[in-house]
T-cell receptor, first 112, second 113 residues
């Protein structure tokens, strides 16, 4: 079983729509959770960390559900510039450990 | 934010040759750097963890004699793909950690002909 599973999409949504991605992880000992954004042929860039209490950054909201072992990313009022692949990442182990596992990424296209 | 650079950004080489990719942390010291590989439409797969002053730790299925890693200083790690084959063509990305965040280099696109 993969450490991290993600629906690859693609998600095609109109501008202004709200879209949500989920990502499940298999290791209950996972300690840190992240969402990355990757544009075509570019490296991933950290979008936001995911905290236990949930966190919001502008139009983006990240949530963690430890009981069900999933994290989510909600994007409100989608912009054309949000089109990208969104990768979830899970860190198993203590700070400084290298066990950062990535999902396959979910491709989002925002349509005018 | 922290900056990680990679060189070269792309390279084309002939089958059987070796290619060296450099990864530098520009504004912080990184005792640990990571090397990932990403095939088209697939996720990043961790290849190895590069530790300054010691041997790299390779993930299962990654040949350490084929992918040579050297982390000679706190700001530089190199990955050498030896005797490259067309199936090694991929996007190689390094990253380094600072505090609790991990930053990625811009990646190196390797094409082996």
């Amino acid at each position: 079983r993969k450490e991290v599973e993600q629906d690859p999409g693609p998600f095609n949504v109109p501008e202004g729509a709200t879209v949500a991605f989920n990502c499940t992880y298999s290791n209950s000992a996972s300690q840190s959770f992240f969402w990355y954004r990757q544009d075509c042929r570019k490296e991933p860039k950290l979008l936001m960390s995911v905290y236990s209490s949930g966190n919001e950054d502008g139009r983006f909201t990240a949530q963690l559900n430890r009981a069900s072992q999933y994290i989510s990313l909600l994007i409100r009022d989608s912009k054309l510039s949000d089109s990208a692949t969104y990768l979830c990442a899970v860190n198993v182990g203590s700070t400084g450990a290298n066990n950062l596992f990535f999902g396959t990424g979910t491709r989002l296209t925002v349509i005018p | 934010g922290a900056v990680v650079s990679q060189h070269p950004s792309w390279v084309i080489c002939k089958s059987g040759t070796s290619v060296k990719i450099e990864c530098r942390s520009l504004d912080f010291q990184a005792t640990t750097m990571f090397w990932y590989r990403q095939f088209p439409k697939q996720s990043l797969m961790l290849m190895a963890t590069s530790n300054e002053g010691s041997k790299a730790t390779y993930e299962q299925g990654v040949e350490k004699d084929k992918f040579l890693i050297n982390h000679a200083s706190l700001t530089l790690s190199t990955l050498t793909v030896t005797s490259a084959h067309p199936e090694d063509s991929s996007f190689y990305i390094c990253s380094a950690r600072t505090k609790n965040e991990q930053y990625f280099g811009p990646g190196t696109r390797l094409t082996v002909t």
